[in-house]
């Protein structure tokens, strides 16, 4: 997939890449991810620079401190806020543009990040959504209708369309709205939410989307990336460029018979099976024999109602244990076999 945004990059000879947060999807990514990342950056600033801000999945310390080495090969890495005048604002005079770069911001940490704006601490009391109003605005004052201007952040606007993969803990309980970005931006570039949208404003405010399916809530989802056209003093127009590399995820529900029959066409691709069947040995198995990629089977039988347990007191463990599956509507004679068998070799070891 990052490959095919590097060819996308190229054949539309982009003046600018914007990448919005996430870049991992763990604060302790490994080696393998990182060079996977690294070597897209440094091919993607071949074509032209790369600014990219830090999202809530990233490690802001660690992106700071390999920014450095990037920066000379034209990657511009912001992991945590910073003023307007050390960095919060790049200017690139030669294509006309100035970017304000907004880092993923928590509740958390936004006191100090408004700190560094210089703001008045004795406006510290505000709300999330105060707080980053006057963020953005620190680093969209100075812009001014002679350039392209963009803003670029990882956050959450309301009204945005969840796509599934995100983290709910970090979705909710704080937004703002789309009101705050201001009219003389020509684009705005966000990351956090996974689907591609976008959002109500004067202006081109958009996320971009994951550029992947990261779980079975986005089967849905068309993913791509954005190609943005902008002047100055007017809104850009944005044109969207479906990705088509990468494994799908694809989702199989119905009876074994159902499943087996659908299990064509689902060659690499990552599959979720729902099996509408009685729980019986061996099930799951049949599945991944047929469908060797089913990283999860789910049975969705309706089962009966267990009776109470004292039904099956005095009953002998067996015994007890087949009555319970059978209550439960999961009567297998395999699985009560393989109980007995356990159940034997756990006495024998306690001596029993």
Do not use: C
């Not at 039904?311 to 007995?340: H, I, K, M, W």
């Amino acid at each position: 997939m990052l490959s095919e945004l590097v060819s996308l990059a190229e054949d539309n000879a982009v003046d600018l890449t914007l990448v919005a947060g996430d870049i991992f999807d763990s604060a302790s990514p490994g080696p393998a991810a990182e060079e996977i990342v690294w070597r897209t950056f440094l091919d993607l600033a071949e074509v032209g620079p790369v600014l990219v801000v830090a999202g809530n999945h990233d490690n802001p310390a660690r992106l700071d401190a390999v920014a450095p080495l990037l920066e000379r090969a034209g990657v511009t890495v912001v992991g945590t806020p910073r003023s307007p005048t050390d960095g919060g604002v790049v200017a690139l005079d030669d294509l006309g543009v100035k970017v304000g770069m907004l880092p993923f911001v928590s509740q958390r940490s936004i006191v100090k990040a408004e700190d560094i704006m210089n703001s008045d601490p004795d406006k510290h009391a505000g709300q999330y959504e105060e707080r980053m109003r006057r963020l953005i605005d620190a680093l969209t004052k100075d812009m001014t209708a002679d350039t392209v201007n963009v803003f670029t952040s990882h956050l959450t606007v309301y009204g945005g369309l969840a796509g599934g993969g995100e983290r709910t803990a970090h979705i909710f309980g704080y937004a703002i709205p789309a009101s705050l970005f201001p009219g003389h931006l020509s684009y705005v570039a966000l990351g956090h939410l996974h689907r591609q949208q976008k959002m109500p404003h004067a202006s081109a405010v958009w996320y971009s989307g994951s550029p992947i399916q990261l779980d079975f809530g986005e089967v849905a989802d068309q993913k791509g990336a954005l190609l943005v056209k902008a002047e100055p003093g007017s809104p850009a127009s944005v044109e969207e460029l479906p990705l088509r590399s990468g494994r799908r995820l694809i989702e199989i529900r119905g009876t074994l018979g159902q499943v087996l029959a659908n299990a064509e066409g689902t060659e690499d691709a990552y599959v979720k099976v729902i099996l509408q069947e009685d729980a019986r040995v061996g099930l799951a198995d049949e599945v991944r024999t047929a469908i060797p990629d089913a990283v999860e089977v789910i049975l969705d039988s309706p089962g009966r109602a267990v009776a109470p347990t004292e039904q099956r007191q005095g009953l002998e463990p067996t015994q007890a244990f087949a009555r319970y599956l059978t209550d439960s509507g999961n009567a297998d004679p395999g699985v009560e076999a393989l109980f007995a068998e356990l159940l034997d070799e756990a006495l024998s070891e306690s001596g029993q």
